[in-house]
């Protein structure tokens, strides 16, 4: 499962045509199909036509290629991969929190194999990766203009069906998006220099409530929450912390120097008033209080 060549997806047989038609027809293998060429051009197919889960996997979805004779004049006589693949495709998606590595999981096969042979498709996963690309490139740019943002929900609904590429033969779709851990990916959407255009769609609810938290608790969560996606930068939130502690400890005050601090507003008159109260309530306690005349 790399971005690397793979193995060839068919290749020519050395054996007489007719031995390979009667050996196709006789054999219960499903993984590979028989294309032929004849001396005027024309192609013909044995073997598996379609998707893999396609009951009618005999029926050509695009080519119409009949099925060889043992007695055809053939100059060429080609086996092409039927089996279903499986390979990854690390991307970078733009998220509240950052640029997100996930890795997209792609099934892919051959539909049509005498459309590989026409086109030469040896090697299928680049020609599967180079299109995958393309539509994730389209498909951050439709969202971005309708003003949403694009994750795993929206892949899912836009390349979950089968992707086919008519002119090479083959056919994809994603079947999984799965977080990451690599750096050898490709970025879509803004960098993050740019800022991130993200709007809140029902499948980042979660998303959302976790953020509201995390802003309702403080300068100190969201410090943590810097820390958890840069573990890397821990010296530089220490330096921010020591240098901000008033945000992060913000200083207290109890009732009795915010009572001390109101006395200190009040007017001559206003504080008199006050002292009156207060010896009254300390007589009635039992307390001896000092002569207040004059």
């Known amino acids: 499962m790399s971005d690397g060549p793979t193995e060839r997806l068919y290749h020519r047989t050395a054996r007489p045509p007719w031995r390979e038609i009667l050996g196709r027809r006789w054999s219960a293998a499903q ?24 009951p009618d996997a005999q029926v050509p979805v ?7 004779g043992v007695r055809g004049d ?10 279903e693949h499986v390979d990854t495709k690390a991307i970078g998606l733009p998220t509240v929190y950052g640029t997100e590595s996930v890795d997209l999981w792609v099934s892919w096969w051959v539909h ?31 969202q971005a203009v309708t ?7 929206e892949i899912m609904h836009h390349l979950g069906a089968p992707q086919r590429l008519e002119e090479t033969g083959l056919s994809y779709r994603v079947f999984d998006v799965r977080l990451r851990e690599s750096d050898e990916e490709l970025l879509l959407g803004r960098a993050e220099s740019e800022g991130v255009r993200y709007s809140w769609t029902p499948s980042r609810r979660g ?10 608790a403080g300068p100190a969560s969201l410090a943590a929450l810097w820390l958890l996606r840069h573990p890397d930068q821990v010296s530089q939130v220490l330096d921010w912390a020591v ?10 005050t109890d009732w009795q120097e915010e009572l001390a601090t109101l ?29 207040m005349a004059g």
């Open 112 to 142: 049509d194999p005498v459309s590989v042979v026409r086109a030469r498709a040896v090697h299928g996963w680049h020609l599967v990766r180079t299109h995958l690309a393309s539509a994730l490139r389209d498909l951050a740019e439709a």
């Open 74 to 83: 053939y100059t060429d006589v080609f086996r092409v991969d039927a089996t």
């Open 62 to 68: 695009f080519s119409e290629a009949p099925a060889p």
């Open 147 to 153: 003003g949403n943002g694009l994750g795993a929900p």
């Open 31 to 54: 993984d590979w199909s028989l294309v032929l060429r004849d001396t005027a051009g024309d192609y013909f197919v044995l073997g598996h036509r379609g998707d893999p889960d396609d």
């Open 243 to 252: 240098d901000h502690r008033e945000l992060l400890s913000p200083p207290r």
């Open 207 to 216: 998303e959302f409530e976790f953020c509201l938290q995390a802003l309702h």
């Open 263 to 291: 006395l200190g507003t009040l007017t001559d008159q206003e504080r008199k008033e006050i002292s009156y109260l207060l010896r009254d309530r300390i007589s009635a306690l039992g307390r001896q209080v000092p002569d």
